[in-house]
């Protein structure tokens, strides 16, 4: 009966040919012909056979049962929806009949054959019957549900298609019954049969916003006091309009949330929504606009939005409704700050603003957690959108609702006592969590607001503490924590970043860790953080230990982290603010060491005293402590980017200086340090960089300290320079007295590359008098790490001068001037001051390698003087003769190399009368030998057969580290050699197995396997051609050495071996497979 009633359907819906329209017919004229003509042919096939009996008796019993048949209405396309309702209400009524008896007696599988697919329940229609059912539902919404909305409810037809126009011309609705009568039987039909679900999803799919309108209108709408007096125009009763109410909330409750919203939005209309043809079925009409909506339909809508928006999931629901489909293009952003919009406003219908964002807050907190890609990158953008929103417009409410239960897990961690061991560690996922959220919403949102600042600045010592933790060990937590402690710390006010919150977290205003006493974090299992409880440790030394271990490695993040921060004044102004901290300290130095008279103290008196002055000292160690991390670990160009920063360090130099004069002390750094700071101000003044109007005005702090220095120095010349450089400083340059640029050119002269400020510790510093003025700055220092490049004009000193001016030399610009001549370089080469011999050196060097004709012609001479100069005992010096010997060798192997074998074997240089010395010696040679082999490459086989007969002969050598030295130049060597290598492979093995199984030495045993794993690697897939005879042996010796050598060094450097032999001899056995044609010329 399915098929019989199917097929009556398509016989409705039966299109007319063109050869049966008359010409010059409209297409009203068309459209009232074909409904009259398919109504009549189903008449004429309903009262055919006895097959279609079953199908009469079951149409006949639905007339009877329904109450809404109008047989005689005079509106023809009205007949032809009702005849349409029968046979949905039958085929519906079928369909469920079958469904029952199929549930109610399931098919028994069949045993023979068990793989066989299940039997499909009887409501299944076919493709054909599935579109002829399509066919229908649309005939019935268009003919009898869409002509009878209100303008402004739900799409016109006319804006869907041009035949929507005809079918409104072609409905009569003066007549009988009355259209909202009309309109509430079909809606109430096409619910009845939706409520099947093989019937569902073809009305909900494709007719969802049509039914929908009609429900609003059907329940909603006002009712008009005055008609037109006709009995067909009666309005619908109390309990069909409450029956419709009930139906809309059944339906918006059961269908697909970002659907129900999508299709309210299209009802609430407005001159800005487009038409779309997947709303109500049809095709778009041209791209027209919705018209307005009436009032009381934006009205409910925009309330059965609010609901579904408060829903659980409604924000997500809310958002896949907006987003969904989108490809995320240019204008998603746009899209996402518009819903990011609605989020954050609190709908009029809503009971309260805090009852909205009590259930909205934590739904835009889960819009972060998506997994998928394309969906979490559109979600989290509207998340971080909406969350700065709210801080911005309703922060009392974010406050409460989205802030603290964003970083609850981080209050959790500092909160409370380690004594309560019942309470919850937090978990890895929680802290993952929050700080991935807390960086999406503050790095990616990027909008710092100072309630969002506020509610960070409460947990960034935990955040830290989390941050301290993923920098011992592998995590994925790393770069999101420093993200985050940057983005903080860039948009916090100076003055409170400075003064309280890097000094509380390196320690400075007492302890503050960030996690609550007695737990600690771990490590997770899935590379992130969790809270535990820390193990107590008896031991009170160990606990102590472990505590300054811990704020010491607090420093040093903070450091790193401050390293970071390349483009920010912050790191310089910290380092300023620790400056004066440490003048102030110096200062109040001698009223701390004052004898108190303590005879007259009680015993809590006494106490209290001592525990002041015990704190006092910790609080002045931890802050000479965080001075010296800072300047090891940051460099200065980062410290001092600006000249107003140059001016706070010399302010605080000249601080210090004032606090010496004042107590009378006169110690080598005060002294080291006056000299300094008036140094880089005559550095400064003498035109360095050019200064500004403000950074004269800067300069005014300076006054004071010099004015003071003129008067209270003991020596003359001090006190005058001191006065020359505040005349200078308060004139703003227009007066400058000559000692002020000749004392900037001395104090650079005092520190130019021939006079270097680092020596050798045999040298003591001057301590003269006559020494104590501008050329203390030659005392050794520790060395200043310094970039190669300059920073931006205008903004600080040129690096050059800058080094010149705090006493570095500017060894990173040591190229030869190329007017000297090469007799000069060779005089200067022997110079008895190290930077002028080492730059010769160096340049000599060069000459060779750029093939000068005069360095070639003198190569004896130079061989003798690079010689010499490895008995030097500065490293500068002979790593330059090293360099120089390296070249030589390039360039003339057959004479260089021999002269070299033998300085090797012998150790006999000129002037070498001690052993030790001779030692040395051979060891350099050595140095240059084996960069002699790396620069021969395949001339290696021609020029390498001598040195490797010396290397063999030197292994039996009695000193163990000639012993290392012939190995590790051998393996260099080998590794080179290739086919070469196979006579000496006996030889070669013998030594290096005898080496590996009885020298005592360990760092012979390890450079004796490390030759071996450099002659595999060498050889790669020619080692079973080379080494065929010997490999079993060199395979067995490095078995030993994993087996029985008590080093483990050895033992890791034969375990490598043994991996290089493993790929070789897996190559070898089993070769990679190669799809290549082979052309054989036959004889």
Same mark, same amino acid.
């Given at each position: 009966m399915t098929t019989a009633l199917i097929k009556s359907l398509s016989i409705l819906t039966k299109p007319i040919r063109e050869a049966q329209l008359s010409h010059g017919q409209s297409t009203q004229t068309a459209l009232v012909w074909a409904l009259q003509r398919n109504l009549s042919e189903l008449r004429q096939h309903m009262s055919g056979g006895e097959e279609l009996e079953e199908a009469r008796q079951l149409l006949e019993d639905v007339r009877r049962d329904i109450t809404w048949i109008c047989s005689d209405t005079d509106d023809l396309t009205w007949s032809f929806v009702q005849e349409c309702l029968l046979l949905l209400i039958c085929l519906a009524r079928h369909l469920n009949r079958l469904l029952e008896a199929f549930h109610q007696n399931p098919t028994a599988p069949n045993p023979a054959t068990p793989e066989a697919a299940p039997p499909l329940p009887p409501d299944v229609l076919s493709v054909a019957q599935q579109k002829t059912l399509g066919t229908v539902l649309q005939f019935v919404v268009t003919l009898g549900l869409c002509p009878y909305l209100a303008p402004g409810v739900g799409v016109a037809l006319g804006l869907r298609s041009a035949f929507g126009a005809a079918v409104e011309g072609a409905v009569q609705q003066d007549v009988a019954p009355a259209g909202e009568r009309r309109l509430l039987i079909t809606t109430n039909v096409l619910l009845e049969v939706s409520a099947l679900s093989s019937l569902a999803t073809p009305v909900f799919t494709r007719h969802l916003g049509d039914i929908m309108a009609a429900l609003c209108q059907l329940a909603y709408r006002p009712q008009h006091p005055e008609g037109d007096g006709t009995k067909s125009n009666k309005g619908l009763t109390v309990e069909e309009h409450k029956s419709c109410k009930e139906a809309l909330n059944n339906l918006l409750g059961k269908v697909y949330q970002p659907i129900v919203i999508k299709e309210l939005l299209v009802l609430q209309g407005g001159p800005k929504q487009a038409s779309s043809g997947s709303r109500g079925g049809c095709a778009g009409g041209g791209g027209k606009v919705l018209t307005q909506a009436p009032p009381w339909l934006r009205r409910l809508c925009g309330q059965l939005l609010s609901d579904r928006l408060m829903q659980p999931q409604g924000v997500q629901a809310v958002v896949r409704a907006i987003l969904e489909g989108t490809g995320g293009g240019d204008s998603d952003w746009r899209k996402c700050d518009a819903v990011a919009k609605i989020l954050a406003a609190c709908p009029q219908q809503s009971l309260s603003a805090e009852s909205y964002y009590s259930q909205v807050c934590p739904q835009v907190l889960e819009l972060l957690h998506f997994k998928d890609k394309l969906t979490a990158q559109q979600f989290q953008r509207v998340a971080t959108r909406a969350a700065l929103i709210l801080v911005k417009d309703r922060p009392e409410f974010a406050q409460r609702f989205l802030l603290f239960p964003l970083l609850s897990p981080l209050h959790r961690c500092a909160e409370g006592t380690g004594d309560d061991l019942s309470q919850d560690a937090v978990e890895e996922w929680e802290l993952t969590r929050c700080i991935e959220d807390v960086y999406k919403i503050c790095v990616v949102g990027n909008s710092p607001s100072e309630v969002l600042l506020k509610a960070l600045a409460d947990v960034i010592s935990t955040l830290f503490s989390v941050f301290c933790f993923t920098k011992q060990n592998v995590s994925h937590l790393r770069t999101p924590c420093q993200e985050i402690l940057i983005w903080f710390l860039s948009h916090s006010e100076h003055s409170v970043a400075l003064s309280s919150l890097l000094k509380r977290l390196c320690g400075l205003l007492g302890e503050v860790s960030g996690v609550r006493h007695g737990f600690q974090f771990s490590p997770g299992s899935e590379g992130g953080a969790r809270l535990t409880v820390r193990e107590p440790i008896s031991d009170e030394d160990d606990a102590l230990y472990e505590k300054v271990h811990r704020e010491q490695w607090r420093v040093q993040c903070l450091v790193q982290l401050l390293g970071e921060m390349k483009d920010s004044d912050l790191p310089g102004e910290f380092f300023l603010l620790l400056l004066q901290?440490?003048?102030?300290?110096?200062?109040? &130095?001698?009223? %701390?060491?004052? #004898?108190?008279? *303590?005879? $007259?103290?009680?015993?809590?008196?006494?106490?209290?005293?001592?525990? /002041?002055?015990?704190?006092?000292?910790?609080?002045?160690?931890?802050?000479?402590?965080?001075?010296?991390?800072?300047?090891?670990?940051?460099?200065?160009?980062?410290?001092?980017?600006?000249?107003?920063?140059?001016?706070?360090?010399?302010?605080?130099?000249?601080? &210090?200086?004032? %606090?010496?004069? #004042?107590?009378? *002390?006169? $110690?080598?750094?005060?002294?080291?340090?006056?000299?300094?700071?008036? /140094?880089?101000?005559?550095?400064?003044?003498?035109?360095?960089?050019?200064?500004?109007?403000d950074d004269y005005s800067s300069m005014g702090e300076l006054l004071p300290h010099l004015d003071q220095i003129s008067q209270k120095h003991p020596e003359p010349v001090i006190q005058e320079l001191a006065s020359d450089l505040r005349a200078t400083i308060a004139t703003h340059g227009a007066y400058r007295p000559k000692p002020v640029p000749k004392t900037a050119t001395q104090h650079s002269t005092a520190h130019s590359p021939a006079q270097p400020a680092v020596h050798s510790s045999k040298t003591p510093p001057a301590s003269t008098p006559s020494s104590r003025g501008l050329s203390r700055p030659q005392v050794s220092s520790p060395p200043i790490s310094h970039p190669k490049h300059t920073t931006e004009s205008g903004v600080t000193l040129e690096v050059k001068d800058f080094q010149t001016a705090v006493g570095i030399p500017d060894c990173g610009n040591s190229e030869p001037s190329s007017s000297k001549a090469f007799s000069e370089w060779l005089l200067e080469a022997c110079d008895p001051d190290i930077p002028i011999r080492a730059v010769a050196l160096r340049s000599l060097t060069r000459s060779v390698r750029d093939r000068d004709k005069e360095a070639l012609q003198n190569k004896d001479k130079l061989l003798t003087l690079f010689l010499e100069n490895l008995e030097h005992e500065d490293s500068f010096v002979y790593l330059s003769a090293i360099q120089g010997l390296a070249v030589l060798a390039d360039s003339f192997p057959e004479q260089i190399l021999q002269r070299l074998l033998g300085e090797y074997q012998t150790g006999a240089t000129v002037g070498s009368p001690k052993r030790e010395r001779s030692l040395e010696t051979r060891l350099k040679v050595g140095e240059v030998l084996m960069r002699a082999s790396r620069a021969m490459g395949d001339l290696a086989p021609h020029y390498g057969r001598p040195l490797i007969g010396v290397f063999l002969s030197s292994t039996r050598d009695e000193d163990s580290s000639v012993r290392a030295s012939s190995l590790s130049n051998l393996g260099e060597l080998c590794q080179r050699l290739n086919f070469s290598l196979g006579p000496l492979t006996q030889e070669l093995s013998t030594c290096l197995t005898a080496l590996i199984k009885m020298d005592k030495e360990a760092e012979v045993r390890r450079a004796a396997v490390h030759v071996i794993a450099l002659v595999l690697r060498g050889l790669s897939d020619k080692t079973t051609q080379v080494l065929g005879d010997v490999l079993l042996e060199l395979y067995r010796a490095l078995k030993w050495v994993v087996r029985s050598d008590p080093d483990e060094v050895a033992v890791i450097h034969a375990q490598l071996a043994l991996e290089e032999l493993d790929d070789v001899m897996r190559r070898f056995i089993f070769p990679q497979q190669k799809l290549e044609k082979k052309i054989v010329v036959l004889p």
């Open positions: 901290d440490l003048a102030a300290v110096a200062a109040e &130095r001698e009223e %701390v060491e004052q #004898e108190v008279d *303590t005879s $007259s103290m009680t015993l809590l008196e006494l106490e209290q005293h001592l525990l /002041g002055r015990v704190s006092g000292h910790g609080q002045r160690l931890a802050l000479l402590q965080v001075l010296a991390i800072i300047c090891e670990g940051l460099p200065y160009t980062l410290l001092l980017r600006k000249p107003t920063q140059v001016v706070g360090f010399i302010v605080s130099m000249l601080q &210090r200086a004032c %606090v010496s004069l #004042e107590r009378g *002390t006169d $110690s080598p750094v005060e002294s080291q340090t006056l000299s300094m700071g008036m /140094g880089l101000v005559a550095t400064l003044l003498s035109g360095a960089a050019e200064l500004t109007a």
